[in-house]
């Protein structure tokens, strides 16, 4: 069976749905969902600079938890762009939280220097966001397909001309003039992550089998505070930051403040200081988690502010009203992913990759909080506005199809990225994770895994959320980002380079709003 559209877009989370709709104008529009992603689970919000609040700012925020790896123009487009893809939310008919005046409440998160997180639900932005936009998606022309992409169509010139997606038996290719991936990132790569099972690198698979090159692969971000429930494996429920933002400390065994005199922030730093943090504490005291008190913040505050954390915490028979809650580090968000532009284009022609998949350099070495919401919203913008003005022609050669493989050991394979390339690393350690993955095959999580670990090996040395004890500086003559292709051998190898696309060129020099 064969259908066409003009673009297929692969992820049904915000930033596909994002995507979709900015094209339902233009294009005729497939969109892929193999189940919701990431996007109903965050609870934080949706950062964004409005009011009194100034872009400049929060550029300045998002460059410092990325630890001077950012691309300085991409996060210019992100801050700049972000008021105003909030404010078409709402237009789509997002309800967020408000003040009693009616102006929206914004909150403080991990890395931010001021209030600018608006969120709904108290804690269920994530859902609120994708409710809305499903509602809009459903007023559209978008064509929705429910089933798994297990391949790609590729012409003998090299374009990316369409995918193969598998609907319980069946499966049909669907062509089309681009194909936009935008499939979250890797969190079941990793034992236990704050993604659902269905987010596990496809796209990251996907991609690299039609030839596109990763960058950035080493920074995963760990958030410092998932819900310890006894499992060790498998989606753990989050603790948004903003319970920190209220006025909750983090505190180890002997109920120590663990944050404090570490950073200037204490326990609102960046996510990766704080999640190395708690990792050193757990190491030195040989616990499986720390806790979070929030005994005194308001039990009113709490109530309003954060039921699906109230309600996590009852499933495992404590009141976060009265008593410290466990918390540990999980794997959380990727941000390295397939190379792009600033308006989604990878080195493959008619291939886009936006969302968490992606890596405009919008993130750096380390993702500030609430940037994620905002980054779908506004990439896939930028992605949808770059097709409806330029939409590949269609190649008719002879295509033939990239099927991904499969997996026989998955288990296994996340067992080794979690302990060999978790919050800390070595290069030992890496080494045998390489040489481990190497007899793991050349399916999709080997491969997510593979890419992963070549580039943490090769970058030696620390910052964000990648930390080597083997050398724990900031080494300033390795301003190289890591690229990965997939070598001759179906598996992924790394190498340094210092001018890549555009999106990822660097620049001193920030920008003056007039």
Request: aromatic share 4%.
């Given at each position: 069976m064969?259908?066409a ?7 049904s ?22 189940g ?16 009194d ?13 990325g630890?001077?790896?950012c ?8 801050v ?6 909030l404010?078409?939310?709402i ?15 914004r ?7 001021r209030?600018?997180?608006v ?7 994530g859902a609120?966001?994708h409710?809305?936009l ?22 003998e ?11 319980g038996?069946?499966?049909?290719q669907?062509?089309a003039r ?9 969190g ?10 269905s ?8 991609a690299l ?12 971000q ?8 006894g499992?060790?494996?498998g ?10 933002g ?21 326990d ?13 504490t ?7 988690h720390?806790?979070l ?13 954060f ?10 028979g ?12 999980a ?14 284009a ?11 998949v ?20 506004v990439?896939?913008?930028r ?11 269609r190649?008719?050669g ?26 800390r690393r070595?290069?030992a350690g890496?080494?045998?994770a ?5 007899a ?13 670990v070549?580039a ?5 040395d620390?910052?964000g959320c990648?930390?080597r ?12 980002h ?6 001759r051998?179906?598996r992924?190898?790394?190498?340094l380079e ?9 620049s ?7």
């Amino acid at each position: 069976m064969t259908r066409a559209a003009d673009v297929v877009v692969i992820g049904s989370g915000v930033a596909g749905l994002s995507t979709a709709l900015g094209l339902a104008a233009t294009r005729s529009v497939i969109l892929l969902s193999a189940g919701d992603g990431s996007t109903p689970w965050a609870q934080g919000g949706i950062s964004a600079a409005y009011g009194d609040d100034d872009p400049l700012d929060h550029w300045h925020d998002t460059e410092v938890a990325g630890a001077g790896f950012c691309d300085p123009r991409t996060v210019r487009a992100l801050v700049e762009e972000g008021p105003q893809r909030l404010a078409e939310l709402i237009a789509h008919g997002a309800r967020f939280d408000r003040n009693g005046d009616g102006s929206l409440s914004r909150t403080l998160e991990g890395g931010h220097g001021r209030p600018r997180v608006v969120h709904a639900g108290g804690d269920a932005t994530g859902a609120e966001v994708h409710r809305a936009l499903l509602a809009a998606l459903q007023r559209s022309s978008v064509q929705t397909v429910t089933g798994r992409t297990v391949g790609l169509l590729q012409s003998e010139s090299g374009s990316v001309v369409g995918v193969l997606v598998e609907t319980g038996t069946e499966r049909t290719q669907i062509e089309a003039r681009a194909v936009v991936l935008a499939t979250g990132g890797i969190g079941n790569a990793y034992l236990a992550s704050t993604n659902p099972a269905s987010v596990r690198g496809d796209g990251i698979a996907l991609a690299l089998r039609a030839g596109a090159s990763l960058v950035d692969m080493e920074f995963v971000q760990f958030h410092p505070t998932a819900l310890h429930t006894g499992e060790t494996s498998g989606q753990l429920p989050l603790v948004t930051e903003a319970v920190r933002g209220e006025g909750a400390v983090l505190r180890d065994a002997h109920g120590r403040r663990i944050m404090a005199g570490r950073h200037p922030r204490a326990d609102l730093a960046p996510r990766d200081v704080v999640a190395r943090a708690i990792e050193a504490t757990m190491r030195r005291d040989g616990s499986d988690h720390v806790w979070l008190d929030a005994t005194d913040v308001a039990p009113d505050v709490l109530r309003k502010r954060f039921p699906t954390v109230l309600a996590s915490c009852a499933r495992i028979g404590v009141d976060l009203l009265s008593e410290q809650i466990p918390v540990a580090p999980a794997e959380h968000f990727l941000c390295g992913g397939v190379r792009t532009d600033r308006n989604g284009a990878t080195d493959v022609p008619g291939l886009y990759a936006v969302g968490e998949v992606a890596a405009t350099g919008v993130h750096g070495a380390n993702r500030l909080a609430s940037n994620s919401l905002l980054e779908g919203l506004v990439f896939g913008r930028r992605v949808a506005t770059a097709l409806t003005l330029d939409l590949p022609a269609r190649d008719l050669g002879r295509v033939r199809e990239l099927v991904l493989g499969e997996d026989p050991r998955p288990e296994r394979i996340r067992t080794i990225l979690s302990r060999y390339a978790g919050i800390r690393r070595d290069g030992a350690g890496l080494n045998a994770a390489a040489d481990e993955l190497d007899a793991m095959g050349t399916g999709p999580l080997a491969t997510v895994a593979r890419a992963v670990v070549v580039a943490a090996t090769t970058r030696q040395d620390s910052r964000g959320c990648h930390w080597r004890s083997d050398h724990p500086q900031t080494d300033e003559r390795w301003d190289e980002h890591i690229v990965v292709r997939l070598g001759r051998e179906g598996r992924p190898t790394a190498l340094l380079e210092q001018n890549l696309l555009p999106s990822l060129e660097t620049s001193a020099q920030p920008w003056t709003l007039r």
